[in-house]
């Protein structure tokens, strides 16, 4: 069989953390998966970062990876035969066999030896995009993915899987949610895998997610500002009215307690409005008003340049 260098293909040391290849693998899949992605060759390099993230994820097969050492990618190799006998079992046979089939057989999910009911199916990992406005309310998708399957014979092929998942309310960005038994087939009767979903808010016009925090960018008259005001905010539950304090500078975090994304574990996030001056492009009139407050007033916003409070 040849050697796949699985820290490479996701772009990491080989001394790297778990979090690490979790985060490698999110970023990747995210780009190469063949129902999103229009990258040349977007299919095989997002089975070859699944491949290599089903191994290095899992720390027994990490670990029997890493008794193979490092080659160069695909240089033909066989696995010794103390590794034969320590990881694959009595009678277990390399021939004929690919080096992702390698791991996937004799791991199985959760990293057990391959055992006598079957092989278990593998488990995959699916980015998807909601908008804010679905994770505030919840939504459900309808998933049209192809995923590799291996036969009882062990060869792989493509299968159309049709997915209906509940996202409930409060999804935040980099949120995974696990659905049992929807990944790929087991083989021999063997359980199948499951499918993580994991959950990316998509940008939008108004709001900045982090967490169940919102922020939003809050335009301010410059006469606003200075003297107080009562504005309108948007929020996802509907517009609010929010005091505008005199004095208010550019920069400040206005909160808006329980205005942000739902939390199934207490307490909804809060909505911040990030206040902004404006500055209008000012007529003849509006010109002579701000003269006659530049000669009557003693401001400097730059005082602290010589070391004035």
Known sequence: MKYTDYYAALGVERGASTDEIRKAYRRLAQKYHPDVSKEPGAEARFKEIGEAYQTLKDAEKRAAYDELGSRPQGQEFRPPPDWARQHGGEGFSFENMDFGDLFARFGGRGGGRRRAG?????????????????????????L????????????????PHAVKARVAAGAIDGQRLRLPGKGGKGSGGGPDGDLF?????????????????LFLDLPLAPWEAAL????????????V???????????????????????????????????QIVVPEPDEREQELYRELAKGSSFNPRRHFTGGE
């Open 118 to 142: 079957g092989i278990p199916g593998q488990d995959f990992e699916v980015p998807v995009e909601i908008s804010i406005e679905d994770a505030y309310s919840g939504t459900t998708l309808s």
């Open 144 to 159: 049209n993915l192809s995923l590799p399957e291996h036969d009882d014979a062990g060869n792989q092929r493509r299968v």
């Open 197 to 213: 979903l994991d959950i990316k808010l998509k940008p939008h016009r108004l709001y900045r997610a982090e967490g169940h925090n």
């Open 228 to 239: 107080g005001a009562t504005v309108e905010v948007p929020t996802l539950a509907g517009p």
């Open 241 to 275: 009215n929010l005091k505008i304090r005199p004095g208010t500078s550019a920069g400040q975090k206005l909160r808006l307690a329980g205005r942000g994304l739902p939390s199934p574990r207490g307490a909804a996030g809060d909505l911040f409005a990030v206040t």
